[in-house]
Structure formats: C-alpha cells, structure tokens
C-alpha cells in the first residue's frame, strides 16, 4: 500500500493554521468588516494573460447541454460586484484555483485572503496589512520602497531610461536563459522574481509599491513624485516569499473594458486560451463602485512563514498530488 | 531521444544541455501572482562537475540524456585506464582519468563501484561509500600513546593517504569512509 492516502502537514501545523484562521476572522470582527462567500465557480475567467483558469462542466440534466464553468482564480471580480452592490467593507477567505501552479510554493488549488476596504488608499491598506500580518508571524517595522527605487537599489537600475534591450542585457547577466521578449514587463519581472526577490530573504518584511503603469492590472495609474505615471499597486515579501498583492482600486468601467480588450489581444498575440471576461464587472463599475483598496494575500503562504516551512505541501493537509 | 517538458522536470532527471550531459539537483517553479510562469534548475554537468543555475521558460523542453547508473566490479587498471564489469552480462568498460577522477584512489580489485554511463561510455566512477583498505606503509605505533589520540599518515593498498590512530600498524586492514576520505575503523 503506497502511503499516499496520508496527510503531509503534521498535526501541529494544522492547528497553527486553524489558529491563524481564527485570528484573522477576529481581526475583521473588531475592524467591522463582513465576511463574505462569493461563487468559486463562475460564468468568466480572468483576463490576465499569465493566470490559466480552471474549466469544469456544468450539466443542468445529466450529461447534455453542457456549459462551461471556470474556477475562480481570485474572488476580486465578485467582490467588486458587491462593494458596488453597497457592502462596505468586506473580507473573504477562500479556495483560488490556478492550472499549472504546482510547485515548492504553488498549490493549484490554495487558500486566499481578500480583503477590500472602501475610503483607503494603497498606503492605508498597507497599514492595516501590516496590523494583520506582523501579530501572526512576529515581525515589525515593515520596510516600504518603491518598484523604481527597488531596481536603482538592486541593480543600479533607472527604470525611467532603460530600454528592453538593456533589462535583457543586464537579465542575462544574472540568469542563464534562452529568451527573446520585446515585452519589457517581462523582464522587469524576470529580474524581479529571479534576482531581487532572492535578496529581499534576509530583509525580513518588505512592501514593494507604485508599480510600473504597464503592470497596473486592476489598480488606478496616477503620477508618482517624479511626475511619472506608476500603478498604485504593492506586493509584500517576506523573507523574499511574495505574500500579498495590492491595488488602490481602478474604478473607472471605461478604463476597465479597456485593459480586458488589452488583456485578450495579448492572449491572441501569445496563443494563449480565450475565455469569457467578466462584463457584469464593467456593468458594476459603470452603475459605481465606492472608491476603495484592495488586497489578496496567500494563507497558505502565511502560515508556512509563521512556521518558518519551505514547503506549501507542511501547511495544506493533502496537497494536489494527494489530492 | 525524448524531450521532456518543463513541468516534468525533477530531481535526478538527465538531460542534455549545450551538448553535454547534465544531471537535475534541485528543480523549482517560479511564478509570481502576475508575470510568467518559469522553472529555475539547478543543474550538475556530469562530465565536467560544474553545477550552476539555469531558468527554463514554461513551454520550454529539455532532451534527455541516456545517462545511467550501473553496479559494476572494479578488475584492474592497466597504467591508463580503468576496467570495469557488469556482474551480470560480463560486459567489460574502461574508463578514463577524467571519468575516474579523485575515486581512483580508493579502488580495490572486485570492489563494486557505480558506473556513470553515458551513450554506454562510462562518464564518473562512485566507489562505495565504504572500502576496506590494507596498509602498507605506516611508521610504527608508538607503545602506550594510544589514550591520548593523535594520528600519522598511512598509505593504503589502493596508494591513498589517510590519516589513522597510532595503534594502526602495516598491514592492518582499515575501513574508510571514501566520501570524506577518512578512517572509520579497523575493518
């Protein structure tokens, strides 16, 4: 008998997270913000070309007339079409699926937390990250820098002037790597992942904000103090483990419509599988969604750094391949 | 040959990487919440021993390496190469200095080591993690010295040089551990 009906997260860790569940729900409790369940199976996918959907089948009578269905990658869609149904502030702790993310730090299928908080900005909320998240892993003083800074800092790079041919110059430098890419945000995100993040390990925890506007996704663009246009978006790391990710959120339908066309032409251009954006968001932005921010952090992710694990497969009970 | 696609990359898979076979030492996948999908290897040449780090793009696919490990008896060594059979074919190779490498100096007639073949030629020789050794040639022990430790050299049968207790003398059967290159025990 092969030993894959057993769990792979000793008990111990189980009740750590269980802990940490509890302690983010009394978070919220106090703070006033709802919990909330929004569909895990949905009528669109999402649009970002470098996230690949779950599909699954629905059948209303038994093998025929079949409908696809996608599994949600991220609750964000839906809880937009409730902060602009009048939530208020809200929270959500579910299940995200993503095809192909299995790994050291993937699960297909993994916990999210999503949180949006109408009145904030991305600063504010980086605040409240902070409240939440330091208590549960026993850190302090969380660092901020932004996106241009970081580079000038880690590779003595001016993210202003560099052109593409430079980022894969100095790309190459750092990595062995048989690529050809004229998207600069690809190798912005190549050096991100590959060469700073590495560096960011013994940082403790670090807010990286005001993005590239090209890397905006679902975040305004304003003008940063250079008068340069940057997203109003942050990640956390911590000990170099990307945790969170955060927008001051767009709400403006055109501009939304927009980036899904833009989104869609890109998975044309790359071959990449076409599926139904979410037009009830634009409808929902266009009938007014409060000014908010917004964030998603990886629960599994936080429980594996407030154990100081490696592995996702020490925190989720039975990873995919016992799945 | 068969390719093998990213996603199936794994520790101890051989493939073939500007020519040369290569063994997989630690594979990771790297994808941030936005932004591609990668798989960062890090990959040990087999013929030179150089391990370095090399990032693979999702669709990307390595070919394979006919790489193999075989159990095979050390015979002798002829000045310049080294031979080896498979116990069970009979089937005899030879090595080179460069395949052998620093694991000469621990081989002993009808020990059995593990053969690296690479397209049937061996490319590395691992001996055992623990030969047993005679010595032939110690100074002699010194009589009464033993409870306070201290070592001296001694050359084995295979021409290796160890370091050993004072009681060792000429002679003395030893046991090695080859991966450290240190005295365990008398055998």
């Known amino acids: ?323 | 040959m068969a390719n093998y696609p990213s996603n199936q990359f794994k520790n101890g898979l051989k493939v073939m990487i500007e020519g040369d076979p290569c063994s997989m030492v630690d594979v990771e996948f790297v994808k941030p919440g936005k932004g591609q999908a990668f798989t960062r290897v890090k990959l040990k040449n087999l013929i030179t021993g150089r391990t370095w780090e090399r990032t693979f793009k999702s669709n990307e696919t390595a070919e394979s390496a006919d790489v193999m490990d075989t159990d095979m008896e050390y015979l002798y060594c002829d000045g310049e190469m080294w031979h080896f059979m498979d116990p069970q074919s009979y089937e005899q190779v030879a090595a080179d200095k460069t395949a052998v490498g620093d694991a000469h100096q621990w081989l002993k007639e009808q020990d059995k080591c593990l053969v690296t073949l690479w397209n049937n030629n061996p490319i590395s020789i691992t001996p055992p993690n623990f030969v047993e050794l005679e010595v032939t040639e110690t100074d002699p022990g010194l009589k009464g010295d033993t409870a306070q430790g201290g070592s001296k050299p001694a050359k084995l049968q295979s021409g290796a040089v160890v370091r050993v207790p004072l009681f060792i003398e000429q002679g003395d059967i030893l046991k090695i551990d080859t991966r450290s290159g240190e005295y365990v025990s008398r055998a």
Not at chain 1, 50 to 69: A, K, N
Not at chain 1, 85 to 111: D, L
Request: hydrophobic share 40%; proline share 6%; aromatic share 8%.
């Open chain 1, 1 to 323: 008998m092969s030993q894959l009906w057993r769990a792979t997260a000793p008990l111990n860790n189980l009740r750590k997270r269980a802990q940490i569940f509890a302690q983010i729900r009394e978070f919220f409790a106090t703070r006033d913000v709802l919990e909330v369940e929004t569909p895990l199976m949905t009528s669109a996918a999402v649009s970002d070309p470098y996230i690949d959907t779950i599909e699954c089948r629905y059948h209303p009578l038994p093998g025929q007339q079949e409908q696809p269905r996608y599994l949600q990658s991220s609750p964000e869609y839906a809880m937009k079409r409730l902060l602009a149904s009048g939530s208020g502030a809200i929270y959500q702790i579910c299940k995200a699926f993503r095809n192909g993310e299995c790994g050291r730090r993937h699960n297909p299928e993994f916990t999210m937390l999503e949180w949006y908080r109408p009145g904030f900005d991305h600063h504010q909320l980086m605040d409240e990250v902070e409240a939440l998240v330091g208590p549960v892993i026993g850190m302090k003083g969380f660092q901020r820098i932004s996106y241009s800074a970081l580079f000038r800092q880690y590779l003595k790079l001016d993210l202003q002037t560099a052109t593409v041919q430079e980022l894969a110059a100095i790309t190459r430098q750092h990595i062995d790597i048989k690529m050809e890419d004229d998207n600069r945000d690809n190798w912005l995100n190549l050096l991100m992942s590959h060469v700073i993040e590495p560096q960011l390990a013994d940082k403790g925890a670090v807010f990286v904000y005001d993005y590239p506007a090209s890397q905006a996704a679902l975040s305004r663009v304003a003008e940063d103090p250079d008068g340069q246009p940057v997203a109003c978006r942050f990640e956390l790391f911590i000990a170099g483990v990307e945790l969170a990710n955060g927008y001051y959120e767009l709400t403006d339908a055109a501009e939304q419509a927009k980036r899904f066309a833009k989104d869609i032409a890109q998975r044309q251009t790359e071959g990449l599988p076409l599926r139904p954006t979410d037009s009830l968001l634009v409808d929902a932005l266009e009938s007014g969604m409060p000014e908010c921010a917004g964030v998603a952090m990886g629960l599994d992710r936080l429980v594996m750094l407030a154990l100081g694990t490696e592995q996702i497969s020490d925190v989720i009970a039975l990873p995919f391949d016992r799945a």
